[in-house]
C-alpha cells in the first residue's frame, strides 16, 4: 500500500514537471518569436545608388518595367517639414501598385485595404549609404493564408524581388 502511495506521487511530480517544461517552452517559444517577428516582417536592402531620390528615380523605372503602377513618390521630409518637424537625413516611400492582384485580394479581404497600395522606403542611414526596405509580402501573405498567401505571399513577392533585383547591392 505505501508502495502504490509512493509510486502515485512520483507519478503526480512527473506529470507536473511535464506540465512546467511545457509552459516554460511555449512562453519561450513565444519569446523568440516575439522578437524575431520585426527583424522577419521586414526586408532591407542596399541600393546601389548612393542618392536616395536617384533610388527612387530607379525603383519607378523598375516597378513600371515590372508591369506596376507607381503612383506616388512621397517626399516625408517635405511632408513633416510642413508641419514643423525635421529629418537630417532624406527618406521617402515609393509605392506601387498592381490593379489586377489587388483586385483579386480585395474581392475576397476588403479588410486587408490597409496594406495597399505596396510601399518601398527609400532613405539614407546613419553610415551614409542609402537603403530600401519594405514588408515581406512572402512571409505575410503566407501568414493570413487564402487569397492573400495566394496573391500577396507568391505573386507580388515574386514580382517586388525582380523590381529590386536592379536597383540593390547583391
Known amino acids: ?5 509512493e509510486s502515485k506521487r512520483n507519478g503526480g511530480i512527473k506529470i507536473g514537471s511535464m506540465l512546467v517544461g511545457l509552459v516554460l517552452g511555449l512562453v519561450l517559444t513565444a519569446g523568440i518569436g516575439w522578437t524575431a517577428m520585426p527583424r522577419m516582417m521586414l526586408q532591407v536592402h542596399q541600393s546601389r545608388y548612393s542618392d536616395v531620390d536617384q533610388t ?6 523598375a ?48 479588410e486587408v485595404s490597409t496594406l495597399m497600395p505596396c510601399a518601398f522606403g527609400v532613405y539614407k542611414g546613419s553610415d551614409g549609404k542609402v537603403y530600401i526596405s519594405g514588408m515581406n509580402t512572402g512571409l505575410m501573405g503566407t501568414m493570413f493564408g487564402g487569397r492573400i498567401a495566394e496573391v500577396m505571399g507568391t505573386k507580388v513577392a515574386r514580382d517586388e524581388k525582380k523590381i529590386l533585383e536592379t536597383v540593390i547591392v547583391h
Open 1 to 5: 500500500m505505501a508502495e502504490d502511495q
Open 56 to 61: 527612387c528615380a530607379a525603383l519607378k523605372t
Open 63 to 110: 516597378i513600371e518595367a515590372a508591369g506596376w503602377h507607381c503612383p506616388a513618390i512621397r517626399n516625408m521630409n517635405k511632408s513633416m517639414g510642413e508641419l514643423g518637424l525635421e529629418h537630417d537625413r532624406p527618406i521617402r516611400i515609393v509605392e506601387l501598385c498592381r490593379a489586377d492582384y489587388a483586385h483579386d485580394v480585395l474581392a475576397a479581404n476588403p
